[in-house]
Each structure stands twice: as structure tokens, then as C-alpha cells.
């Protein structure tokens, strides 16, 4: 679903009461990290969606080599896992614009932030919502998943 889509749906589920929350994310060759944040993000209300970002935004974010896995890959295996409910890809650095489309009352973020340091708080918070940090330490990344995988079978 488009951005457009996802703030009608996001409006409309609101407006039955129910709690919507925003997660977002690369999702470059998901790992365990990225379960445990979406499932707690997940538990914050209602619906959960998932923002995640472009190839070309990846690649500018990541660097060299990056994405591992395209968009429409991305996109379907978070689809698969039972705490998401919708999947909106998004082509900012941050999550700004899906954020002010939204209007979330929770954006999740990982472990990685601190609540007053995420990018898109001052949006959140003028549109209503709070700011949450979920998910186990962190302890998971792709960098490091990747660099042991390369280790490994060289």
C-alpha cells in the first residue's frame, strides 16, 4: 500500500477506536533483532504498520552493496510475520512524511534510539502521538550478520 492508502485506512481504523502504530525500518536480510522490535512495537496497540524504506533509499543510507534483498522481497517477508498488519514502503530518510501522513499514536522505534534522539519525534508528537523505544538490547545487526557470514566462507 501507498502512503496515501495507508493514512486513509490509519484515519479510518482511528476513528474505530483502535490504537494504530508505526515501526519503521530498512528490514535489509531480517534477523531476530528485527522480530523482537516489531512484536514489541506490535503489543503498543492495536494495528501495527510498518514503514520501510526504498532501494535507493537504502543504498544511500547503508552504503555499498546495499540492499541485500530488494523491496518487493523486504516487503513480503515482513508481511509473513504475524505482528504485522500493514507494510508501507516509504523513499525519505526518515520517516517524517509517513509519520505526518499516519499520525500515529505510537511510533516504535528500536533499541538503538533514545526516545528524545529519534528522527521523527518533534513529527510525532505535533500530530498527537508518543514516541516508544521496543525490543531486546541491541544486540543484532545486518552489518554484523553480514561480516560473519563473510568470515566465514571465505
Do not use: Q, W
Not at 44 to 61: C, E, K, S, Y
Amino acid at each position: 500500500m501507498n502512503i496515501a492508502e495507508a493514512a486513509t485506512l490509519a484515519e479510518r481504523l482511528r476513528a474505530e477506536g483502535r490504537r494504530v502504530v508505526l515501526a519503521n525500518g530498512c528490514f535489509d536480510l531480517l534477523h531476530v533483532g528485527h522480530v523482537r522490535y516489531l512484536e514489541a512495537a506490535r503489543r503498543l496497540g492495536d494495528v501495527l504498520f510498518v514503514g520501510i524504506n526504498d532501494d535507493a533509499t537504502v543504498a544511500r543510507l547503508k552504503g555499498r552493496g546495499r540492499p541485500l534483498m530488494p523491496v518487493a522481497e523486504r516487503l513480503e517477508i515482513l508481511k509473513a510475520l504475524r505482528a504485522v498488519d500493514h507494510v508501507v514502503v516509504f523513499a525519505e530518510d526518515t520517516a517524517d512524511r509517513l509519520v505526518a501522513a499516519l499520525r500515529p499514536d505510537v511510533h516504535a522505534k528500536g533499541t538503538d534510539y533514545a526516545v528524545d534522539a529519534v528522527p521523527e519525534g518533534p513529527t510525532v508528537r505535533a500530530h498527537g502521538g508518543r514516541v516508544a523505544v521496543v525490543g531486546d538490547p541491541k544486540a543484532h545487526s545486518t552489518r554484523d550478520l553480514i561480516a560473519r557470514v563473510v568470515e566465514r566462507f571465505r
